[in-house]
């Protein structure tokens, strides 16, 4: 039995739209990836991940996207944003000594707690129920640095494991879960794809490729799950224009949105080359 992974990543509010364009062109073409034994969503593909596992239709929520963003809370995620939460990342020291530098930076930027982004969370995925499906969504214990994998099992409400996992460090505060705080997943991996370990077909779908190195890089992490088919997709030129510089402008979300569509039938080839099933 081949065992199939959908790997969403992380890129803010153009991200989803992003990955909803891309996700609905791949189903026109025959390719329902969202049909995958497992679903891992890291920030915005935690909350695409929240929703295509939950039965919502792609193309009303793809429809979604291209309506005018009255209701997002829009924000600005500066090169220097990311510059300061790149340095603790590239300072020796263990990978959750790296977290919890960029942990504690976030704690510094806000008070914890994040209920105001947890409702905006709640409103936008559309769903309160963990689905039966194999959703699983990351976050980072901000004080102890330790990566956390959140799924229906873990006695956690799914909309505050999308915000947490949605709460970029110094934009949005670190959101509070049984007393502790955790921040955006996507400070460890912008995919996270290794939690695919173990499957036999793995598509990943990542607005950032990018990682602070090789060992986290998607390639070596797609190495690492053991799977025999993949295939990774990312912003092509003209998406990354259409996505703006800012990922966190609402503004931008319907041009995502249909630059992920257009796209799809690009890649939709090598999507379908990956995606093998065998017969259950």
Request: proline share 5%; hydrophobic share 45%.
């Amino acid at each position: 039995m081949t065992r199939t992974a959908l790997v969403l990543g992380g890129g803010g509010v153009t991200g989803i739209a992003w990955e909803l364009g891309i996700l609905k062109g791949l189903a026109d073409a025959g390719v329902d990836v969202t049909a995958a034994d497992l679903v891992v969503g890291t920030s915005a593909g935690s909350v695409v991940g929240a929703q295509v596992t939950s039965g919502l239709a792609l193309d009303d929520l793809y429809d979604g996207q291209l309506a005018p963003p009255d209701k997002e809370i829009g924000a600005t995620l500066s090169r220097g944003t990311l510059l300061r939460m790149m340095l603790p990342a590239v300072v020796p020291g263990s990978p959750q000594r790296k977290l919890q530098r960029i942990g504690r930076m976030s704690l510094k930027a806000h008070p914890p707690g994040g209920e105001e982004r947890v409702e905006v969370i709640r409103s936008r995925i559309h769903v309160d129920r963990w689905p039966d499906h194999d959703l699983r969504v990351t976050a980072v214990d901000a004080e102890a640095g330790r990566f956390r994998v959140f799924d229906k099992d873990a006695g956690v409400d799914l909309v505050h494991a999308v915000a947490a996992s949605c709460a970029v460090p110094l934009v949005w505060p670190a959101v509070t879960i049984d007393g502790s705080h955790y921040v955006d997943g996507g400070v460890r991996s912008t995919t996270n794809a290794d939690l695919a370990k173990g499957c036999d077909a793995v598509v990943v779908i990542a607005p950032i490729p990018q990682s602070f190195s090789r060992h986290m890089s998607i390639e070596a992490q797609l190495g690492r799950t053991g799977a025999s088919r993949t295939a990774a997709v990312a912003p092509d030129k003209q998406a990354l224009s259409d996505i703006g510089r800012n990922v966190l402008d609402p503004a931008k979300r319907a041009d995502a949105a249909r630059s992920g569509l257009r796209q799809a039938a690009e890649v939709a080839d090598r999507v379908r080359e990956a995606w093998v099933r065998a017969d259950r």
